[in-house]
């Protein structure tokens, strides 16, 4: 076949003798794939009347077919960076720091992803002289799990220009602008390194059922090529293996329409917003977040605002008349003030309803209470939460608990959102927390505070098709399986299957056919669902040789 001659059309797949999770008919076990589309759902005997040698037959042997995951709030580079550089989740202690340090090989700056001195026995963090001595004289960068501090060491230090920054105190804990200025550093890559990351991290996104992420770009963090280099993923040619759809935002301020328009218009990308990662204020675990009062256990700090009201006012006003998603990373309560003011000054300034029209979003947004619920319902402002924060930090005695004393029981409030009609959209800030959708879901049906819990069924619409809503996708259809809908989906091993819900007043799983409820992996086992196949638009992301043994 010559380069320019078109692929063979490809042949239709027929997946049957499992169960589909389908709006279409709740007791679906086979689903019809052609090309890019759903053409079929239905059961068993009729998937065998369908059946003929045009077709390729899958036997799912008992597996369950979902719609695809939508990671609503990603960072491909540096989550490939985390896969391939030192896992530093597990240390407890500078010293057991130190030596993963000292293990590292090759003769490039040292990286590492996840360390978080909270877990630590004795708190107290390497010296920078301590590190560099650890690495061999080579310059250290190792972010910490909320990648919004890190550890540097040697001649990053000089390279960033750190001295005289904010967050720079000579020490080897950098924040603020200093951590920014670092991480630039440590992330100028050679153009054939950032897309081996970026590979990295999608192989390991469609290994998991994901089949697109939004990924979150921004000056402070890999600069407008990185966002570039990312978004070219969704137009590689035909060589080029298939991976889940990346959907790019870039996080910059904008104080008109005409330069929203022009800062949009710098990504012949299919950019979906100005928002993401356009910080107004930073991270509870490194003390960054603004919060009203101070922190409990640092007195002192009450955390940064990096945008004032008028400017975050102004964006959002900019991006309402220009027809784009404006939007920032929050964290705290004062942050959330700050967000909420701004909304109010921007509907003042263009119309409530030109705001709401926008589909503005905010990232994280954990600290809320009745009146800023309310009022992001009235904006119509959709939120982009991370329910693995409250599993790996929520409760007692954990991260929220020491940074926030009796305010972290108020902390990633889904089901508040969902009762006051806020959209609510889910991913994992990977590489902070891992790409494992099932583990997402199921941490909100174990939220640490009982009354925000929410049901399998919402968490995992939330991790579906609401992601693709959030993203203002143009098929209303995407993320569901019913005819003509896109073709993408994940295929899973289960041990069983049943309907899960929040309230323990209620019983928690139910066979009873009146339902009519599509049934979801329990996910009191143990363990998660083990992903089979990942399909994105009829294109084969990831197989496991199990699928057709």
């Known amino acids: 076949?010559?380069?320019?001659?078109?692929?063979?059309?490809?042949?239709?797949?027929?997946?049957?003798?499992?169960?589909?999770?389908?709006?279409?008919?709740?007791?679906?076990?086979?689903?019809?794939?052609?090309?890019?589309?759903?053409?079929?759902?239905?059961?068993?005997?009729?998937?065998?009347?369908?059946?003929?040698s045009s077709m390729d037959v899958i036997d799912l042997r008992g597996a369950l077919v979902t719609p695809g995951f939508v990671d609503s709030h990603a960072h491909l580079t540096e989550t490939g960076i985390a896969l391939d550089s030192l896992k530093l989740g597990s240390v407890s202690s500078a010293l057991e720091l130190l030596d993963a340090v000292a293990s590292a090989g090759g003769d490039g700056p040292v990286l590492g992803h996840g360390w978080d001195e909270t877990a630590w026995q004795d708190p107290t963090l390497p010296t920078p002289e301590e590190l560099e001595r650890a690495a061999g004289g080579r310059s250290v960068y190792l972010s910490r799990v909320d990648v919004h501090s890190a550890l540097v060491a040697g001649a990053l230090v000089a390279e960033a220009q750190l001295q005289d920054v904010q967050g720079y105190d000579g020490?080897?804990?950098?924040?603020?602008?200093a951590h920014a200025a670092a991480r630039r550093a440590a992330r100028r890559l050679p153009e054939p390194v950032l897309r081996s990351y970026q590979s990295?991290?999608?192989?390991?996104?469609?290994?998991?059922?994901?089949?697109?992420?939004?990924?979150?770009?921004?000056?402070?963090?890999?600069?407008?090529?990185?966002?570039?280099?990312?978004?070219?993923?969704?137009?590689?040619?035909?060589?080029?293996?298939?991976?889940?759809?990346?959907?790019?935002?870039?996080?910059?301020?904008?104080?008109?329409?005409?330069?929203?328009?022009?800062?949009?218009a710098q990504f012949d990308v299919g950019l979906r917003g100005l928002a993401g990662d356009l910080n107004i204020d930073g991270s509870i675990g490194s003390h960054t977040a603004a919060l009203r009062s101070s922190y409990s256990d640092a007195p002192d700090e009450h955390g940064t605002l990096y945008v004032t009201v008028e400017e975050a006012a102004a964006h959002l006003a900019a991006c309402s008349l220009a027809g784009l998603q404006g939007g920032f990373h929050v964290i705290g309560d004062a942050g959330l003030d700050l967000a909420l003011a701004a909304l109010e000054l921007a509907a003042a300034q263009v119309g409530e309803q030109r705001v709401r029209?926008?589909?503005?979003?905010?990232?994280?947004?954990?600290?809320?209470?009745?009146?800023?619920?309310?009022?992001?319902?009235?904006?119509?402002?959709?939120?982009s939460a991370q329910p693995?924060?409250?599993?790996?930090?929520?409760?007692?005695?954990?991260?929220?608990s020491k940074r926030l004393g009796e305010r972290s029981g108020s902390m990633n409030q889904f089901a508040d959102f969902y009762s006051a009609g806020v959209p609510v959209c889910f991913g994992s800030d990977s590489p902070v927390t891992p790409l494992r959708p099932w583990s997402s879901v199921r941490a909100c049906l174990e939220h640490h505070t009982n009354s925000q819990r929410i049901s399998a069924r919402a968490a995992f619409l939330g991790h579906t098709r609401a992601g693709w809503r959030a993203a203002r996708h143009p098929n209303p259809m995407a993320g569901q399986l019913v005819p003509?809908?896109?073709?993408?989906?994940?295929?899973?091993?289960?041990?069983?299957?049943?309907?899960?819900?929040?309230?323990?007043?209620?019983?928690s799983w139910s066979t009873d056919p009146r339902a009519r409820t599509p049934l979801l992996p329990a996910l009191d086992t143990g363990s998660d669902p083990l992903c089979l196949q990942t399909v994105r638009d009829g294109a084969e992301l990831f197989a496991s040789p199990a699928l057709r043994s």
């Open 388 to 400: 693995a924060f409250d599993a790996l930090w929520g409760g007692h005695g954990g991260l929220y």
């Open 484 to 507: 003509g809908a896109p073709a993408s989906f994940a295929v899973w091993e289960v041990e069983e299957l049943m309907v899960q819900v929040a309230d323990g007043r209620v019983q």
């Open 357 to 383: 029209a926008a589909g503005h979003r905010f990232e994280h947004v954990e600290m809320t209470d009745a009146d800023a619920v309310a009022r992001l319902a009235k904006y119509s402002v959709t939120i």
């Open 200 to 264: 990295k991290a999608l192989s390991e996104a469609a290994a998991n059922g994901y089949v697109a992420l939004a990924e979150m770009g921004a000056p402070h963090i890999g600069g407008a090529e990185d966002l570039r280099s990312a978004a070219a993923w969704n137009h590689a040619g035909r060589d080029t293996p298939a991976v889940p759809e990346v959907l790019p935002y870039w996080g910059e301020l904008a104080a008109s329409e005409e330069q929203a328009r022009s800062l949009a």
């Open 171 to 177: 020490g080897a804990r950098v924040s603020r602008a």
């Open 1 to 52: 076949m010559s380069p320019t001659s078109p692929a063979p059309a490809a042949r239709p797949v027929l997946y049957r003798n499992g169960s589909v999770y389908t709006a279409a008919d709740p007791f679906a076990t086979a689903m019809l794939v052609d090309g890019d589309t759903v053409a079929w759902v239905g059961s068993e005997q009729a998937a065998s009347s369908i059946a003929d």
